[in-house]
């Protein structure tokens, strides 16, 4: 089954709007329809999937059968899209239209490539601009990890680490765009070994 944003966790992501914690948004903005709850099982030291099944039983992810599968979708519809289908006719564990294509248009907002080694630059980057001047010792530190994350889930636990920073030097706004940004670059989770730079 795989995992797709719901209205709620959409909502979750706006700027502005802040309920969940850091790993739990980068999870969320991760559930692009194409990964299972297996697949998260690496993040976050292990606590991904996990995770991944806290926000599927909150509301914030629903778990939709892959293109080969023929099985029905299983859903755990969040309170308020269980009480819209009621007045629309629509069923709770039915995708919205306006949220398939919301998806879709997502989706296409990137077209570059999805790599190790661009995630690396572009953290390297954001490294340099936020932290060098501020705090020298913790550049090289996010530095080293960089240089040693050879593969998607230490790349992520390095990212994840500059981004607890980032909230805490310029909010929760700033590091949540560059979380999307990075969530963008990162190659997909079957093919980081590939890709790694």
Same mark, same amino acid.
């Given at each position: 089954m795989q995992l797709h944003k719901t209205d709620r966790a959409r909502a979750e992501l706006k700027p502005g709007v802040r309920t969940l914690g850091? +790993?739990?948004?980068?999870? =969320? =903005? =991760?559930?692009?329809?194409?990964?299972? *709850?297996?697949? #998260?099982?690496? !993040? #976050?030291?292990?606590?991904? $999937?996990? @995770?991944? =099944? +806290? !926000?599927?039983?909150?509301? %914030? !992810?629903?778990?939709?059968?892959? @293109?080969?599968?023929?099985?029905? /979708? *299983?859903?755990?519809?969040?309170?308020?899209?269980?009480?819209?289908?009621?007045?629309?006719?629509?069923?709770?564990? $039915?995708? +919205? /239209?306006?949220?398939?294509?919301?998806?879709? *248009?997502?989706?296409?907002?990137?077209?570059?490539? +999805?790599?190790?080694?661009?995630?690396?630059? %572009?953290?390297f980057d954001i490294c340099e601009r936020m932290f060098v001047r501020r705090n020298p010792d913790m550049a090289e530190r996010f530095r080293e990890a960089l240089r040693n994350a050879k593969d998607r889930e230490s790349m992520l636990a390095a990212s994840r680490e500059m981004l607890e920073e980032i909230e805490t030097i310029a909010g929760h706004e700033r590091a949540d765009s560059l979380s999307e940004r990075i969530a963008m670059l990162l190659p997909a989770a079957d093919s980081s070994a590939s890709m790694a730079a």
């Open positions: 850091q +790993r739990e948004r980068t999870l =969320l =903005l =991760l559930a692009d329809g194409s990964k299972s *709850v297996q697949d #998260f099982r690496p !993040l #976050f030291d292990g606590d991904g $999937e996990e @995770i991944a =099944l +806290r !926000l599927l039983r909150e509301g %914030f !992810l629903e778990a939709h059968p892959g @293109i080969k599968s023929a099985a029905a /979708p *299983v859903a755990v519809p969040s309170p308020q899209s269980a009480a819209g289908a009621t007045s629309t006719g629509q069923r709770p564990n $039915e995708p +919205r /239209p306006e949220s398939a294509q919301a998806i879709a *248009v997502a989706a296409d907002a990137f077209e570059g490539k +999805r790599s190790l080694a661009t995630t690396r630059m %572009f953290l």
